[in-house]
């Protein structure tokens, strides 16, 4: 009884153990001062001004093969 | 697209840029501390701004070759762009100096040579708003601006190299040596200064685009109320 007591414990805190291990690993977004964060962010918002860009281009092409 | 080959190269460099040049590793210096990253950034501005004014002084020697209005609408929108990027060159210039140099303006011989520079390519395009007449719009802003580009070479580029600057390649200070540019950062330098050059050559030539397609239309009114 006693024996099995013990493994249950060490089984539920390695657990836990492995639990806290694993949220505070979580992922690169949320680790050391969030930076990648902020390379999302900036990522975003330049493949936003790429796309207009893109779509611009592309409106400008369909303009000129009209006129021709 | 026209000729989209370039504009992927373009995309896939600046986006190299903004992941590489904020999560490469960087040399630890004092003051400049993680800023020295804004190298990525503001000084593309500024050979961006370069390369699209070279251009205009081309299209500009051209016009007053060739006489052909075409010439003309190129140099002004190569202008337009390049003044776009002037600005964001110095609005970045100021952000960075306000945290590093302690002041947004110190009169620095740069900033001041730059500063005129920018005023000269404002006058440029007042000039052109003043002058009705097409063929001599054209030619006297075609002068001016083989004039404008000849002054904003010495003004940005020599002069404050002979006196002592907050630049570096300034006063005896080397520019591009190991102690401001390392081999990890001209790894993303490099490539920042040929995507950020190839973005304004493409916004630019979506301008000139747009300016032919109105030019073609005035040119058709104009041959249809003849």
Same mark, same amino acid.
């Given at each position: 009884?006693?024996?099995?007591?013990?493994?249950?414990?060490?089984?539920?805190?390695?657990?836990?153990?492995?639990?806290?291990?694993?949220?505070?690993?979580?992922?690169?977004?949320?680790?050391?001062?969030?930076?990648?964060?902020?390379?999302?962010?900036?990522?975003?918002?330049?493949?936003?001004?790429?796309?207009?860009?893109?779509?611009?281009?592309?409106?400008?092409?369909?303009?000129?093969?009209?006129?021709? | 697209?026209?000729?989209?080959?370039?504009?992927?190269?373009?995309?896939?460099?600046?986006?190299?840029?903004?992941?590489?040049?904020?999560?490469?590793?960087?040399? $630890?210096?004092? /003051?400049?501390? *993680?800023?020295? &990253?804004?190298?990525?950034?503001? =000084?593309?501005?500024? #050979?961006?701004?370069?390369?699209?004014?070279?251009?205009?002084?081309?299209?500009?020697?051209?016009?007053?070759?060739?006489?052909?209005?075409?010439?003309?609408?190129?140099?002004?929108?190569?202008?337009?762009?390049?003044?776009?990027?002037?600005?964001?060159?110095?609005?970045?210039?100021?952000?960075?100096?306000?945290?590093?140099?302690?002041?947004?303006?110190?009169?620095?011989?740069?900033?001041?040579?730059?500063?005129?520079?920018?005023?000269?390519?404002?006058?440029?395009?007042?000039? $052109?708003?003043? /002058?009705?007449? *097409?063929?001599? &719009?054209?030619?006297?802003?075609? =002068?001016?601006?083989? #004039?404008?580009?000849?002054?904003?070479?010495?003004?940005?580029?020599?002069?404050?190299?002979?006196?002592?600057?907050?630049?570096?390649?300034?006063?005896?200070?080397?520019?591009?040596?190991?102690?401001?540019?390392?081999?990890?950062?001209?790894?993303?330098?490099?490539?920042?200064?040929?995507?950020?050059?190839?973005?304004?050559?493409?916004?630019?030539?979506?301008?000139?685009?747009?300016?032919?397609?109105?030019?073609?239309?005035?040119?058709?009114?104009?041959?249809?109320?003849?």
């Amino acid at each position: 009884m006693r024996k099995l007591s013990l493994t249950l414990l060490l089984l539920i805190s390695t657990t836990i153990y492995c639990q806290a291990q694993a949220t505070q690993m979580a992922d690169e977004m949320r680790s050391n001062g969030k930076i990648y964060v902020v390379v999302a962010v900036l990522a975003t918002i330049f493949a936003g001004i790429l796309i207009y860009l893109v779509m611009l281009d592309r409106k400008i092409t369909r303009l000129e093969k009209q006129r021709k | 697209m026209r000729n989209w080959w370039w504009k992927i190269v373009c995309i896939v460099l600046l986006g190299y840029t903004v992941v590489g040049g904020l999560l490469m590793p960087v040399p $630890r210096l004092d /003051i400049l501390n *993680e800023t020295i &990253r804004n190298l990525y950034f503001h =000084v593309p501005m500024w #050979f961006t701004m370069l390369v699209l004014y070279g251009c205009a002084f081309v299209y500009s020697i051209k016009y007053l070759r060739s006489n052909d209005l075409k010439d003309d609408l190129y140099a002004v929108q190569l202008t337009n762009t390049g003044i776009f990027f002037s600005i964001l060159g110095m609005a970045t210039g100021m952000e960075w100096a306000q945290f590093t140099w302690g002041a947004a303006w110190s009169n620095d011989p740069k900033q001041l040579g730059t500063a005129m520079s920018m005023l000269i390519y404002f006058a440029y395009l007042i000039l $052109r708003s003043g /002058i009705k007449d *097409e063929e001599k &719009r054209a030619k006297i802003s075609a =002068v001016y601006n083989v #004039f404008a580009f000849a002054m904003m070479i010495p003004l940005i580029f020599i002069l404050p190299r002979m006196v002592d600057s907050l630049h570096p390649g300034n006063g005896g200070n080397p520019a591009f040596k190991q102690y401001d540019l390392d081999s990890n950062m001209r790894m993303v330098f490099y490539p920042a200064v040929a995507g950020w050059i190839g973005l304004g050559l493409w916004i630019a030539s979506l301008k000139i685009r747009t300016a032919l397609l109105n030019h073609e239309e005035e040119q058709m009114e104009f041959d249809f109320e003849k």
